[in-house]
């Protein structure tokens, strides 16, 4: 699939909006830019925050992020994020995304892969 530059602006304002949303614990917010695999999964946007702030430290409360190129990962269209966890170890999420009937973009995963530095 082509993810032409208005799809790369839009899946990044989609990430941005979901990161303010977890920023503020706007529960519906975040839940809103999930995909419906995702939201039939947790069921509830209360029960999603609730998962992210767990699991996901790193992506509910951020130091920083820098969106890197979009990609392609095993047939998915997919959005590196590197974060700076508030631990102060630097991540790379991986969101996958899924283009939806009506055009629009949901995230359909977010996976964190540590980031190894290079010794110079």
Not at 55 to 69: G, H, I, L, T, W
Request: overall charge neutral; glycine content about 4%.
């Amino acid at each position: 699939m082509e993810v032409t530059d208005n799809d790369a602006i839009t899946i990044r304002s989609l990430i941005e909006h979901q990161l303010a949303a977890f920023q503020k614990d706007d529960a519906q917010g975040a839940f809103d830019g999930a995909s419906p695999a995702i939201q039939k999964q947790f069921r509830t946007p209360e029960y999603f925050i609730q998962m992210v702030k767990i699991s996901y430290p790193a992506v509910y409360r951020p130091r920083s992020v820098f969106f890197e190129k979009i990609t392609t990962i095993q047939g998915n269209i997919t959005q590196p994020v590197l974060i700076l966890a508030p631990d102060g170890v630097p991540l790379r999420a991986l969101y996958f995304m899924e283009k939806q009937p009506d055009n629009t973009w949901r995230i359909n995963g977010c996976f964190l892969v540590s980031v190894k530095s290079k010794e110079v």
